[in-house]
């Protein structure tokens, strides 16, 4: 079992809809929990982090986490064609001091007009 | 705030040279910073954990002495791929641990290294 599950896509989103995107992590001691955007050919920019059980929301962003059930979650409100990209699941290793992140495999998203 | 750039931003070097990649921290120290590689249309791969003072940790299956990592100082780290070979061809991430107690991390450009 991988340590971060990502269904891989794509994943096709009208404009205007709500992109839903999982991800499931293996370790329960996880506490950090991150998503990255990734565009083709660039490095990763970070765009939610979330710690706490529940929902938080940034602009048009909602990361939910459910730390019982070891899953977060990221929905896009209002997709635009910019946000189609790779978005990258990220959790901490909870053994390791330095603050080491595991990344999920990416879900692509494309928003189509 | 918080970023991070990579110098050079693309090389392409002949089989059996090193290159050197640069990490800098612009506006934060970084007492940690990370470093990944990543395949065409595959996932981050982190290959080590670069410490300011102290001797780099790698991952699993990383050779150290084909990738030299020196981390000098709180606003640079250097990746050194010695002897490169053509299979060592990636797109090279760095990224900079903001704070201390914090996870958050922010990346660099990336540099994309092609062996020929």
């Known amino acids: 079992q991988k340590e971060v599950e990502q269904n891989s896509g794509p994943l096709s989103v009208p404009e205007g809809a709500i992109a839903s995107l999982n991800c499931t992590y293996s370790?329960?001691?996880?506490?950090?929990f991150f998503w990255y955007r990734q565009y083709s050919g660039k490095s990763p920019e970070l765009i939610m982090f979330?710690?706490?059980?529940g929902d938080k929301e940034d602009g048009r962003f909602t990361a939910q986490l459910n730390k019982a059930s070891q899953y977060v979650s990221l929905l896009i409100r209002d997709s635009q064609p910019s946000d189609s990209a790779t978005y990258l699941c990220?959790?901490?290793?909870?053994?390791?001091?330095?603050?080491?992140?595991?990344f999920g495999a990416g879900t692509q998203v494309v928003v189509t007009p | 705030g918080a970023v991070v750039s990579q110098h050079p931003s693309r090389v392409i070097c002949k089989s059996g040279t090193s290159v050197k990649i640069e990490c800098r921290s612009l506006?934060?120290?970084?007492?940690?910073m990370f470093w990944y590689r990543q395949f065409p249309k595959q996932s981050l791969m982190l290959m080590a954990t670069?410490?300011?003072?102290?001797?780099?940790?790698?991952e699993q299956g990383v050779e150290k002495d084909k990738f030299l990592i020196n981390h000098a100082s709180l606003t640079l780290s250097t990746l050194t791929v010695t002897s490169a070979h053509p299979e060592d061809s990636s797109f090279y991430i760095c990224?900079?641990?903001?704070?201390?107690?914090?996870?958050?991390?922010?990346f660099g450009p990336g540099t994309r290294l092609t062996v020929l």
């Open positions: 990224s900079a641990r903001v704070l201390a107690g914090s996870d958050e991390q922010f």
């Open positions: 370790d329960r001691g996880s506490q950090s």
């Open positions: 979330i710690y706490s059980n």
């Open positions: 990220a959790v901490s290793r909870p053994t390791d001091s330095w603050g080491k992140l595991q």
């Open positions: 506006d934060f120290q970084a007492t940690t």
């Open positions: 670069s410490n300011e003072g102290s001797k780099a940790t790698y």
